[in-house]
């Protein structure tokens, strides 16, 4: 769970937060990659046909106010995977997997400037929905990304 920077925060390169404004997050690189995902816990937290996270370096990401609730099952992969959201409006935030505790992936949906994101593939398609087409020219992965040799 994120804890509330108590100091000053670096410039910020992007900012969010949640739908009712409790949660308020800063982030001091720009976003590294970012990738749809069509796995059936995605589908459930976003409430759609799949969830679009964008990378950051965890050290990167402060919350400026409020705080987080986490909810943490292990995946289709295999591997645990820690949800964070608002606790008073629900808005998913963030997502992290202990496997790679140096990076947080957010939820497009709650940055202030959703433009500055542009996912680069598409994982789990072959558990999309039909009526959630991405771009087929789009680099995609019938199951989870494969990890490099």
């Known amino acids: 769970m994120l804890a509330l920077e108590e100091k000053a925060i670096m410039t910020a390169k992007f900012t969010g937060g949640c739908l009712c404004g409790f949660v308020r997050y800063e982030c001091s ?10 796995c059936p ?5 976003t409430g759609s046909a ?18 987080v609730k986490s909810f ?8 645990k995977i820690t949800r964070e959201f608002c606790p008073e409006c629900g808005s998913p935030l963030f997502t992290r997997s202990p496997a790679h505790p140096e990076n947080i992936y957010i939820k497009a949906g709650s940055l202030d ?10 994982i789990w398609t072959d558990m999309a929905v039909p009526w959630g087409r991405i771009d087929p020219a789009l680099q995609s992965y019938p199951k989870g990304k494969p990890k490099p040799p």
Do not use: M, W
């Open 29 to 38: 690189e720009h976003p590294q990659s970012a990738n749809y995902c069509h």
């Open 41 to 45: 816990d995605c589908r459930h937290t």
């Open 50 to 67: 799949f969830n679009i996270g964008v990378r950051v370096a965890a050290e990167a990401l402060h919350l400026v106010s409020g705080q």
């Open 72 to 79: 943490t099952k292990v995946a289709d992969s295999g591997n």
């Open 113 to 122: 400037d959703p433009t500055l994101v542009k996912p680069a593939y598409q």
